[in-house]
């Protein structure tokens, strides 16, 4: 069973939830935010804040129900702030600026690497940090996990696209005789 979802989820003021078959909006000072939840977990609008509740005690219901509790929490918190991802950019010629719509990124390739940024996110780069910000969090996460899939960061020497604060083990390399 689940323990996060026991509790109502507080909603802070200047925050607005409707819930109309399944699909649950919420409006907050940075925007608003959308998501269709299965109806096998009651979503209900109270003044205390948002209660779920299953209307069947099997596995699956109960596995959405913290799920969905979850998935109202970062709603709830992304419009009211921003979430934030930074990746560093590491090894000698690598690069990564905005243009547009657009990142554009030199990874050693005989190609520069283009990606499409999403129309919800705000991307800057800066130096060797890539910085996505937006207000889903999937969204940014999706976008971040794309940009480091594009050149791994290796073992040897550490080049490559990581995580701020990822610790990336460090093999030794051969031995000269």
Avoid at 18 to 33: F, S, Y
Avoid at 48 to 56: A, F, I, K, R, S
Avoid at 81 to 95: A, Q, R
Avoid at 111 to 117: A, D, E, F, G, N
């Amino acid at each position: 069973m689940s323990r996060i979802a026991k509790k109502p989820l507080v909603v802070p003021e200047k925050t607005e939830i409707t819930n109309a078959n399944g699909t649950v909006t919420v409006k907050g000072p940075l925007g608003t935010l959308t998501r269709y939840f299965k109806p096998v977990i009651g979503i209900e609008v109270t003044p205390e804040g948002v209660v779920l509740t299953p209307h069947n005690q099997t596995l699956e219901t109960l596995a959405l129900w913290g799920t969905y509790a979850a998935h109202l929490r970062n709603m709830i918190a992304g419009v009211h702030k921003p979430f934030e991802k930074k990746l560093i950019v590491e090894g000698i010629g690598y690069k990564s600026d905005v243009k547009g719509k657009e990142l554009h990124m030199s990874l050693g390739f005989s190609h520069p690497v283009k990606l499409t940024i999403p129309e919800t996110l705000k991307v800057t780069a800066d130096k060797n940090v890539i910085t996505v910000s937006g207000l889903d969090i999937e969204v940014v996460g999706q976008f971040v996990a794309k940009v480091r899939s594009q050149k791994k960061p290796e073992p040897y020497k550490g080049k490559g696209i990581r995580y701020d604060g990822e610790v990336i083990r460090r093999k030794q390399g051969k031995k000269s005789v």
